[in-house]
């Protein structure tokens, strides 16, 4: 059974950082390509970032770009989001999500609350 | 990457037909075959119902089905039942990432 946990979310300052993860089972993680996907309270999904299965590609939305590095270590099983120069509108539940073309499997998410 | 449109609401009685439709440009639903729909009920995770527009995946009632003409893509649900409620995402592929639409309640 594919599982995706992720881990790390919290409450943190405004401006401050955090490491998200996700630990991957029931298949082989190193052959497929992954994303993070949040979703603020009470609002829709929102892309974030893409990794590719070898991490050649890398790809961030507009409002992630220069603040949050997607990382991942095949020997772990294991999906990482480096977050930092957090703001109000970062409030999300942070998902862990296989696929490229289409999202197929999902974790149960992470909530990160980001306060001043 | 702006995000494909939605209606943000959608109302049938059970047994009825409803049909959600999810707006994009060329760039993204009228430029490739990748168009997904999601559905996702209160505090879980979104579960995939369709996709590359057409196809649904193992488990997923034959009730669900998926078109796609020109930058529009659409997913009907026959036989609506009062499972069926939820929020349903459409999203598509855009040539290098993923874009979501912003979601329509469907009420039963």
């Known amino acids: 059974e594919v599982q995706l946990v992720e881990s790390g979310g919290g409450l943190v300052q405004r401006g401050g950082s955090l490491r998200l993860s996700c630990e991957a089972t029931g298949f082989v993680f190193s052959s497929f390509n992954m994303n993070w996907v949040r979703q603020a309270p009470g609002k829709g999904l929102e892309w974030v970032s893409y990794?590719?299965?070898?991490?050649?590609?890398?790809y961030y939305a507009d409002s992630a770009k220069g603040r949050f590095i997607i990382s991942r270590d095949n020997a772990k099983n294991s999906l990482y989001l480096q977050m930092s120069g957090l703001r109000d509108e970062d409030t999300a539940v942070y998902y862990c999500?296989?696929?490229?073309?289409?999202?197929?499997?999902w974790g149960q998410g992470t909530l990160v609350t980001v306060s001043s | 990457q702006s995000a494909l449109t939605q209606p943000a609401s959608v109302s049938g009685s059970p047994g009825q037909s409803i049909t959600i439709s999810c707006t994009g440009t060329?760039?993204?639903?009228?430029?490739?075959?990748?168009v997904s729909w999601y559905r996702q009920l209160p505090g879980t995770a979104p579960k995939l119902m369709i996709y590359?527009?057409?196809n649904r995946p193992s488990g997923v009632s034959n009730r669900f089905s998926g078109s796609k003409s020109g930058n529009t893509a659409s997913l009907t649900i026959s036989g609506l039942q009062a499972e069926d409620e939820g929020d349903y995402y459409c999203s598509s592929y855009t040539g290098t990432t993923l874009v979501f639409g912003g979601g329509t309640k469907l009420t039963v």
């Open positions: 990794i590719s299965s070898g991490s050649t590609s890398i």
């Open positions: 060329s760039s993204d639903v009228g430029g490739y075959n990748f």
């Open positions: 999500a296989r696929g490229y073309y289409r999202i197929d499997y």
């Open positions: 590359d527009v057409t």
